[in-house]
C-alpha cells in the first residue's frame, strides 16, 4: 500500500506546485508570536488572535488517532493500485488535526487513541508530504 | 428575536421525475419543478416577487440565467450555493419578514448524473491537501464520523443499517422514489465496504431532478390553492473553523439550535410528528437523532435499532426514502415531503395526524441550519 499511495500522490502533483507541500523533510508548525497559538503552516494569519506575526518551528510531529477509515474504492483511479488503503485524522500533540495515511501498518494495528508519529516522504523528488507511522516508542514518550 | 413563527407558509411545492433525465439542462429541470410548483399553487409567475435558486452541479442554477429563461423580473433575487432548502427557506423568510418580497419561489434543478459527476472529489476544505491522500467523496468524513462513535459508544455496523434499511422501506411507499428493490439488514450487512466502516447503501447516488417550493407572507395564504405549510422556527449555526473545532466530525456545535428552534416554533420536541434528516451519507441520521435530543449522546444506534425511526415508529424519519433511496437532491426533496405530510398527502406512508415536522440539514461539517413546519401556527 505505502508505496502505491506515495505514486498516487505524486501522479496527483504533477509538475506543478501544491501549497501543502513542504520543502524540506522536516516536520513543522507555526507559532504565532503574538498569542502563541499553534498552527499548520499554510495560513497566513493566526487563526486565534488575526496577527501575522508568527514564526516555522520544527514539530516532532507525535499525536493520536482521532478516528480511521478504509477506502475499498478509488473515487480517483490514481489509487486505484493503492486499495485498500486507510485515511486517518490525527491530532498532534501540538494542538493541530490534519488528514493523512498511516504507511507500513496492518488493518488490525489501526485504532482510535492509537499513537502515531509524522514521517515525511519525499513523493517525487524534491517534493515532500506528511504521512504518518505507529510511533512505538512515542507510547513511552507519551 | 423577532419571532419568525407564522409570518409565512409554504402553499406550493414541485417535484419532477428524479433518476435521468437526458437531454434536460440543471436549469430547464429546475424551472421545470418550478411549473409543477406554481401549478400546485394556484398561483401565477406574476405573483412571485422574489426568486431563489440554488447552484448545481456544472455551475448552474444562477438567479440572472434561471430568471432570464423563465421571464421572470422579481422585486428581490438571490443564489445561494448551498441551499439544502433549509437555508433557502430561511433566506426566503428573511425577505418576507422585512417586506422585501411577499411571494418567493425556491427551486433547484441536477443533472448531475446525466452529466457524469463521478462525485470524486475530495471531502472537505482544503481539497488540494485532502485529494494527494485519497480523501474523497463526503463516505470518507462519514466513515471517520462513524468510526469514532462506534469507539466512543460501542455503536454497531448492524445499528447503523437499520439507517439504510428503513429509508429503502419508506422509499417502497414512494411512487417517486429511485431505489426500491427490497433491502434487508441482511443484504445490507453482505454488501461489500465502500469505505470501511461504511458499505455502498450509506451513500447517497447521484441523480438528475428538480424541486420548487412557493413561500408567502401569511396574509396571502388565501389566495393560494393549497393547505398552508406554515414556518414556525429556523435557525443556523456554524463551524467554520472546521478541524480547528473539537471533535468537527461529530458537529457538536448543531447541537445549540436544539435549544432555540423549538422555543421559537412553540412546541416541544417531543410534538413533532416526522422528522427529516438531509442524508448523504447515513451517518447524518444518527448525528441528528442526538444532537436534537430525541434521544441521548451515544444512544442513536440502539434508538435506530429499536424500530423507532421507521414508519408507525416513535418519530419516523426521512419518509421520502431520503437521499439514500428517493434521490440525491441536496435535502430539497425532503422539505417537499414535510409539506407534504403536513397537508396529509403522502398516501401509503403517511403518518397518520401529521401536524408538526422537523427538517435538518447540514453544509458539510461546516454549516448546519434546522427548521420546524407545521399545518398551524401554536398560539
Keep these: 500500500m505505502t508505496r502505491a499511495l506515495l505514486d498516487a500522490a505524486s501522479t496527483l502533483l ?38 501575522l506575526e508568527a514564526h516555522v518551528v520544527a514539530d516532532e510531529g507525535r499525536g ?12 480517483d483511479p490514481a489509487f486505484a493500485a493503492a486499495l485498500p488503503y486507510n485515511v486517518v485524522l490525527i491530532e498532534l500533540d501540538a494542538g493541530p488535526r490534519l488528514i493523512s495515511n498511516v504507511l507500513d501498518v496492518e488493518a488490525d494495528e489501526l485504532a482510535v487513541g492509537a499513537r502515531v508519529v509524522a514521517s515525511i516522504e519525499e513523493v517525487r523528488p524534491g517534493r515532500f508530504l506528511v504521512y504518518f507511522r505507529l510511533d512505538v516508542e512515542g507510547v513511552q514518550a507519551s | 428575536m ?25 436549469d430547464e429541470i429546475a424551472i421545470d419543478a418550478l411549473v409543477l410548483a406554481l401549478a400546485d399553487s394556484g398561483l401565477g409567475k406574476d405573483d412571485v416577487d422574489g426568486l431563489i435558486t440554488c447552484k448545481s452541479y456544472g455551475g448552474f442554477g444562477i438567479d440572472t440565467e434561471i430568471g432570464r429563461l423563465a421571464g421572470l423580473n422579481p422585486r428581490y433575487s438571490a443564489t445561494l450555493d448551498y441551499g439544502t432548502c433549509n437555508f433557502s427557506l430561511h433566506l426566503a423568510a428573511m425577505a418576507i419578514a422585512t417586506g422585501m418580497a411577499t411571494t418567493v419561489a425556491l427551486l433547484y434543478g441536477t443533472n448531475q448524473r446525466t452529466a457524469g459527476n463521478r462525485f470524486a ?52 411507499l414512494n411512487p417517486g422514489a429511485i431505489f426500491k428493490e427490497p433491502l434487508s439488514i441482511e443484504d445490507y450487512l453482505a454488501q461489500p465496504y465502500l469505505v470501511e466502516p461504511l458499505r455502498r447503501a450509506d451513500v447517497c447516488m447521484i441523480s438528475d431532478g428538480g424541486a420548487a417550493l412557493i413561500v408567502t407572507s401569511s ?28 471533535d468537527n466530525l461529530l458537529r457538536p456545535w448543531v447541537a445549540s439550535m436544539a435549544e432555540t428552534v423549538f422555543d421559537q416554533a412553540g412546541i416541544s420536541r417531543r410534538d413533532v ?7 448523504p451519507v447515513s451517518v447524518w441520521v444518527l448525528q441528528m437523532l442526538e444532537l436534537f435530543g430525541y434521544c441521548g449522546p451515544g444512544e442513536s444506534g440502539p434508538f435506530v435499532a429499536e424500530g423507532r425511526i421507521g414508519l408507525g415508529g416513535e418519530i419516523p424519519v426521512n419518509t421520502n426514502g ?17 409539506v407534504r405530510q403536513l397537508r396529509g398527502d403522502c398516501g401509503a406512508r403517511q403518518v397518520p395526524g401529521a401536524r408538526f415536522a422537523q427538517y435538518c440539514s447540514t453544509k458539510g461539517f461546516e454549516k448546519a441550519a434546522t427548521s420546524v413546519l407545521g399545518s398551524e401556527v401554536p398560539t
Design chain 1, 64 to 75: 493520536s488517532i482521532w478516528s480511521y477509515c478504509v477506502y475499498h474504492r478509488a473515487f
Design chain 2, 2 to 26: 423577532t419571532s419568525i413563527r407564522g409570518k409565512c407558509a409554504v402553499v406550493g411545492v414541485g417535484t419532477t421525475p428524479q433518476g435521468e433525465l437526458p437531454g434536460r439542462s440543471a
Design chain 2, 273 to 279: 410528528d416526522v422528522l427529516f434528516v438531509q442524508d
Design chain 1, 14 to 51: 504533477g509538475d506543478e506546485p501544491a501549497i501543502e507541500e513542504l520543502s524540506t523533510s522536516t516536520f513543522v508548525l507555526e507559532h504565532c508570536d503574538v498569542c502563541g497559538y499553534v498552527r499548520l503552516t499554510g495560513s497566513p494569519r493566526c487563526q486565534h488572535c488575526l496577527s
Design chain 2, 121 to 172: 472529489t475530495p471531502a472537505g476544505s482544503g481539497a488540494d491537501s485532502l485529494a494527494l491522500h485519497g480523501f474523497h467523496n463526503i463516505a470518507g468524513q462519514g466513515a471517520l464520523a462513524f468510526q469514532r462513535h462506534a469507539h466512543l459508544y460501542g455503536t454497531t455496523e448492524e445499528q447503523l443499517g437499520v439507517v439504510a434499511v428503513t429509508e429503502r422501506a419508506h422509499a417502497r
Design chain 2, 219 to 246: 396574509d396571502r395564504v388565501s389566495a393560494a390553492a393549497t393547505r398552508p405549510v406554515y414556518l414556525l422556527g429556523m435557525d443556523q449555526v456554524t463551524g467554520l473553523r472546521q478541524y480547528q473545532n473539537d
Design chain 2, 322 to 338: 431520503g437521499q439514500l433511496s428517493e434521490a440525491y437532491m441536496w435535502g430539497w426533496l425532503h422539505l417537499c415531503e414535510a
